[in-house]
């Protein structure tokens, strides 16, 4: 299985603060990275798939890139509801596997 | 619009079995794949497998073979997880996703729609 690693796996930050979360797979595989973000009791949410594709109706603030083993997810200026819990996720494998989290706190 | 809703909590007691349910609506039902996840207590998401929609045809991830088992009626475009010989380690909140591939590109798929979650519950 493609093993996923996310960095941070908290962190604190402000409003309006740029924050920057990483991925890095264990092999190489193009671009087949989603990126989800989950509140308390919620179900995930898609933002970015593909590794740079923002889903529809998802603020411009968040942005993802990167391709091979190296991906980001860049949130250009946090807000007060973006406060939660980001996963990556790859689609490459025949067995899909998520990052273990990063979670954004005040 | 597209919804998953899912079937209520579950207290189950060890070895018993447990059947989750996920309707879908919205959209066509077979043209999707459909997707389980697993959430511990205050752990993260753990892909448990998927299930094509057009044939059946289920795929499992390790650690989710055995006492795990996926299954459709297509007749009213709702998905089965069904999980026997309960232990203590499978309490947590189970989702089922509806997957998407992206076209035109590198047809990468992603989950786009996620049921409400099914918290399954094993203790004596």
């Known amino acids: 299985d493609i093993q996923m690693t996310q960095s941070p796996s908290s962190l604190s930050a402000s409003v309006g603060d740029r924050v920057t979360i990483t991925c890095r797979a264990s092999?190489?595989?193009?671009?087949?990275l989603n990126w989800y973000q989950q509140k308390p009791g919620k179900a995930p949410k898609v933002l970015i798939y593909?590794?740079?594709t923002l889903q529809s109706g998802v603020p411009s603030r968040f942005s993802g890139s990167g391709s091979g083993t190296d991906f980001t997810l860049t949130i250009s200026s946090l807000q007060p509801e973006d406060f939660a819990t980001y996963y990556c996720?790859?689609?490459?494998?025949?067995?899909?596997?998520f990052g273990q989290g990063t979670k954004v706190e005040i | 619009q597209v919804q998953l809703v899912q079937s209520g909590s579950e207290l189950k007691k060890p070895g018993a079995s447990v059947k989750v349910s996920c309707k879908a609506s919205?959209?066509?039902?077979?043209?999707?794949?459909m997707i389980w996840v697993r959430q511990a207590p205050g752990q993260g998401l753990e892909w448990m497998g998927r299930?094509?929609?057009?044939?059946?045809?289920?795929t499992y991830a390790q650690g989710f073979t055995g006492r795990f088992v996926f299954s459709l009626d297509t007749s009213v475009s709702t998905a089965f997880l069904q999980i026997t010989s309960l232990k203590a380690e499978d309490t947590g909140v189970y989702y089922c996703?509806?997957?998407?591939?992206?076209?035109?590109?590198?047809?990468?798929?992603?989950?786009?729609?996620w049921g409400q979650g099914s918290l399954v519950t094993v203790s004596s």
């Open positions: 593909a590794a740079s």
């Open positions: 919205g959209y066509s039902f077979s043209n999707y794949g």
């Open positions: 996720q790859q689609s490459y494998s025949t067995s899909w596997t």
């Open positions: 299930i094509n929609t057009n044939t059946g045809n289920p």
């Open positions: 092999q190489r595989m193009d671009s087949f």
């Open positions: 996703a509806r997957g998407n591939q992206e076209r035109g590109g590198g047809n990468v798929w992603y989950l786009d729609n």
